[in-house]
Nanobody, 120 residues
């Protein structure tokens, strides 16, 4: 079917930068909205950034979200990282494809997450 795979996480010092990627593969007709979420230890998952199919985004400042439709890939550029940005970062995509019954629809897919650890 469809898989989302995140990459780019790791350990970074406060003030540093990381670039996360999320690549979708499988049976894909098109991708609507894409988004990044994060979940810190002991906290609920929260929205970080979203980008529409047309490229509109909801973030400004330290984080920049972008997408490459030809590669079915989304990115999150994170600058001036802070210890409170430490979390597992998940990507999410609304993907139009055919299910096993041959019915076309838009389905919700999540990646398994990548850990971002910002040290003080």
């Amino acid at each position: 079917q469809v898989q989302l795979v995140e990459s780019g996480g790791g350990l970074v010092q406060a003030g540093g930068s990381l670039r996360l990627s999320c690549a979708a593969s499988g049976r894909i007709l098109s991708i609507n909205d894409m988004g990044w979420y994060r979940q810190a230890p002991g906290k609920e998952r929260e929205l970080v950034a979203v980008i529409s199919s047309g490229g509109s985004t909801n973030v400004e400042g330290r984080f920049t979200i972008s997408r490459d439709n030809d590669k079915n890939t989304m990115y999150l550029q994170m600058n001036s990282l802070k210890p409170e940005d430490t979390a597992v970062y998940y990507c999410r995509m609304h993907i139009r494809n055919y299910n096993d019954l041959g019915v076309m629809g838009v389905m919700d897919y999540w990646g398994k997450g990548t850990l971002v650890n910002v040290s003080a």
